[in-house]
Nanobody, 120 residues
Framework: QVQLVESGGGLVQAGGSLRLSCAASGSGFSINSMGWYRQAPGKQRELVATVTSGSSTNYGDSVKGRFTISRDNAKNTVYLQMNSLKPEDTAVYYC??????????????WGQGTQVTVSS
């Protein structure tokens, strides 16, 4: 069973920065992709950014050029550096990890979410 622990959310003024972290723990698996999604009140959960085991990245259109995703494979940790934050970035941010057990069994896991609030 994969356990995810998120940290780094909080309140920041528009134009500021925050860094989110998500550490995966457990045993018997290898990590494929890691990423972040967010959900604002009354809206659907949306992609923020993902990074594969080969370090290929993908970003949602609204965060391109402002957010940077990275991962530390030795620590099983994914980071999201958020710069030039806007009030519309306010949401609960969820860590997502896709792991593989053996050669064919995959599991998609979600963190508990961390609140990011950007004031204008």
């Amino acid at each position: 069973q994969v356990q995810l622990v998120e940290s780094g959310g909080g309140l920041v003024q528009a134009g500021g920065s925050l860094r989110l972290s998500c550490a995966a723990s457990g045993s018997g698996f290898s990590i494929n992709s890691m990423g972040w999604y967010r959900q604002a009140p009354g809206k659907q959960r949306e992609l923020v950014a993902t990074v594969t085991s080969g370090s290929s990245t993908n970003y949602g259109d609204s965060v391109k050029g402002r957010f940077t995703i990275s991962r530390d494979n030795a620590k099983n940790t994914v980071y999201l550096q958020m710069n030039s934050l806007k009030p519309e970035d306010t949401a609960v941010y969820y860590c997502n990890v896709m792991v593989r057990y053996g050669s064919t069994l995959f599991q998609n896991s979600w963190g508990q979410g961390t609140q990011v609030t950007v004031s204008s």
